[in-house]
C-alpha cells in the first residue's frame, strides 16, 4: 500500500511558466513533509519542506503548500528554469524522526 | 567538507551471488539510511542505523542486512542476489537520528544483476 503518491510520473513545462507538482499521501499521522530533487547519476538533494503546522513554506522560486484535509501537497516553481528538469519526490515522516516514505517521483521537463 | 560518499559506484553480478556495498557519511554524522531506488517503485527504505545500531528496518527480505562500525561507516549486504535487485541504492546520513537532522544522499551504487 503506498503512502506517498505522485500520480503524475511526468510533467513538460514551459521556461518562464509554473511548475505545479502534486503528491498524495494516506497516513494521516504524516506531520513532516519535504521535497527532493534527482538529477540522472546524482542522489536527491533536498529542496524544501514543510509541517503540518504550516500551510505554505516558501523559498526563493519554490513554494510547497499543504491541505491536511485533503491529505495533498504541491510544489509550485515559479518561473521554472531549464536548470529545474530533474526527477523531484515527495516525501514523508511522523514526528520527525521516523525514516522517510518517498512517492515514485515526478519528472519535469522545462522546455526553453 | 566531503559529502557522503559511496563505493562502488557501478556493480555487475550474477544471480545468486552476494555483494557488499559501501556508505563513508558526513564526518560527524552518526546516523546512516539505505534506499533502494528502482523505476517502478520508487525509493523504497531498507535500513537506518544509529551509533552502529539498526534502529528501522523496512521491509526488505533477510538477504539484505546491513551493519555500522564504530567510525559510523556502514555496508549493506545482499546475498542470493535475484534479478529483481538490480537498483541504486542510496545512502544517507544525518548527524542525530531520524531525517529531522538533515538527510545528506550519496550518489548511489547502481546494482546490475544479470
Known amino acids: 500500500d503506498q503512502q506517498v503518491k505522485q500520480n503524475s510520473p511526468s510533467l513538460s513545462v514551459q521556461e518562464g511558466r509554473i511548475s505545479i507538482l502534486n503528491c498524495d499521501y494516506t497516513?494521516?499521522?504524516?506531520?513532516?513533509f519535504l521535497w527532493y530533487k534527482k538529477y540522472p547519476a546524482e542522489g536527491p538533494t533536498f529542496l524544501i519542506s514543510?509541517?503540518?503546522?504550516?500551510d505554505k513554506n516558501e523559498d526563493g522560486r519554490f513554494t510547497v503548500f499543504l491541505n491536511k484535509s485533503a491529505k495533498h501537497l504541491s510544489l509550485h516553481i515559479v518561473p521554472s528554469q531549464p536548470g529545474d528538469s530533474a526527477v523531484y519526490f515527495c516525501?514523508?515522516?511522523?514526528?520527525?524522526?521516523?525514516?522517510?516514505?518517498f512517492g515514485k517521483g515526478t519528472r519535469l521537463s522545462v522546455i526553453a | 567538507k566531503a559529502g557522503v560518499t559511496q563505493t562502488p559506484r557501478y556493480l555487475i553480478k550474477t544471480r545468486g551471488q552476494q555483494v557488499t556495498l559501501s556508505c563513508s557519511p558526513i564526518?560527524?554524522?552518526?546516523?546512516v539510511s539505505w534506499y533502494q531506488q528502482t523505476p517502478g517503485q520508487g525509493l523504497q527504505f531498507l535500513f537506518e542505523?544509529?551509533?552502529?545500531?539498526?534502529?528501522n528496518k523496512g521491509n526488505f527480505p533477510g538477504r539484505f542486512s546491513g551493519r555500522q562500525f564504530s567510525n559510523s561507516r556502514s555496508e549493506m549486504n545482499v546475498s542470493t542476489l535475484e534479478l529483481g535487485d538490480s537498483a541504486l541504492y542510496l545512502c544517507?546520513?544525518?548527524?542525530?537520528?531520524?531525517?529531522?537532522?538533515?538527510?545528506?544522499f550519496g550518489s548511489g551504487t547502481r546494482l546490475t544483476v544479470v
Open positions: 544517507a546520513s544525518s548527524s542525530g537520528q531520524g531525517f529531522n537532522y538533515g538527510y545528506t
Open positions: 497516513n494521516s499521522m504524516f506531520d513532516y
Open positions: 514543510i509541517s503540518s503546522i504550516k
Open positions: 516525501a514523508a515522516s511522523e514526528q520527525g524522526n521516523t525514516p522517510l516514505v
Open positions: 564526518s560527524g554524522h552518526r546516523s
Open positions: 542505523y544509529f551509533s552502529e545500531t539498526q534502529r
